[in-house]
Structures are given as C-alpha cells and as structure tokens.
C-alpha cells in the first residue's frame, strides 16, 4: 500500500447523492480477483450519460473524486475500492460514507474526507477550474483561493495510511515480537508443534 501525506490535484466533480457500489463498479466485473483493469468499468452507467464528468478530458487522471451523501452504499463489494485505485483516485470527499466503504477505502489506500454540504459545495464548485490539496498530516483540505476546511480522521487510520500500511504490513512490523513469541510457545509446549516441519 503506497503511503498518504498529502494528495494534490484536480478533483472530479461529481457530487452525486446515494451513489451505491453497484454504480462505482457493476456485478459483473466481480468475476476477477485481480485489481488491474477494474477502472475501465467503474462508473460504467454513469459514463454512458452524454457530458459525463468522467469522460471530461479536464479531469483525466485526477486523484480525488468529489462524491454526495452516502456514498458507496450498497453491497460490501471491495471491488469498488478496486475500480477507483485503478481510475487513480486516491482520496474521495463527500459529506457521508457507508461504513463498509469508508473501510475497504482505508484497507486498500484510499483516504476518504468527510466535510459539510456548504464546504462540498464550495470544493464542487472550485473543481470546475482548480485542483485541490489534502493534507493528511494537518487533516485539512485547501483551494488555490485560501479556503481550508478542516477534517476528522480516526488516529489509527492516520498512522496506517501515513505509513503505507495495509493489514500485512501492520503484522510484519510485528514480526520480531511474534518470531519471540513463537520461539517461547515452541520451548513451553512442544506437543503443540508436533509433526511440523521446521
């Protein structure tokens, strides 16, 4: 997982309210496992919409989606998550996630920012013409034009996404203490090792 310190670019504008995972990435790309190529469906029934904000070469390769409320709500699907990594978008900004979003967003990279409607509004807006700043150090988003809207961020998710670490890699930073913890349960209870291999 690459690290997040601070994300600057142009932000798709798109704003949409109730924008389920079924949206971000049909069913049927679920057939794969793999994570590459997963961009070239996502927002699919979106892009068939003529004008479509997706398909405007102004935001082409922009890291940061500008979504509404709720969004990322129906089924758990990670391939969601999937889709937007392989569109490049590393951050998305809306007043509301589902929770099985915002986490398998957190699992995979993504930093999600949740603001006010009113400054959604603003960052819309901004959108059309400027890029954005996410500084996840200061837990602030800026515009070119001195707007800076604070955000929350849970502490823990802070620091993994800071450092680069998915779920692997957290327990790898661990591994001294489990190789010694391994070593001491080995010593005190050999029967459990039993027809192991070393």
Request: glycine fraction near 8%.
């Amino acid at each position: 997982m690459e690290a997040v310190a601070t994300i600057t670019g142009r932000a798709i504008p798109f704003g949409r309210k109730n924008v389920d995972t079924d949206v971000i990435i049909a069913a049927e790309w679920l057939k794969t496992t793999s994570r590459e190529g997963l961009g070239q469906g996502a927002f699919a029934s979106i892009r068939a919409e003529p004008g479509n904000v997706f398909d405007d070469p102004a935001f082409a390769g922009a890291p940061i989606l500008i979504a509404g409320d709720n969004f990322g709500c129906g089924s758990s699907r990670e391939h969601a998550a999937w889709a937007l990594l392989d569109m490049g978008i590393t951050a998305v900004i809306a007043p509301g996630f589902s929770d099985i979003f915002a986490s398998n967003a957190f699992k995979n990279g993504i930093l999600t920012v949740t603001l006010p409607q009113e400054q959604i509004d603003r960052l819309l807006e901004v959108a059309q013409t400027d890029p954005l700043t996410l500084d996840l150090e200061n837990q602030m988003v800026t515009t070119p034009f001195q707007d800076r809207f604070a955000f929350e961020i849970d502490p823990f998710r802070k620091m993994c996404l800071t450092e680069g670490l998915d779920e692997v890699g957290l327990t790898l930073t661990r591994d001294a203490a489990i190789g010694t913890y391994e070593q001491r349960q080995a010593a005190q209870m050999p029967w459990l090792a039993k027809g192991i291999a070393a």
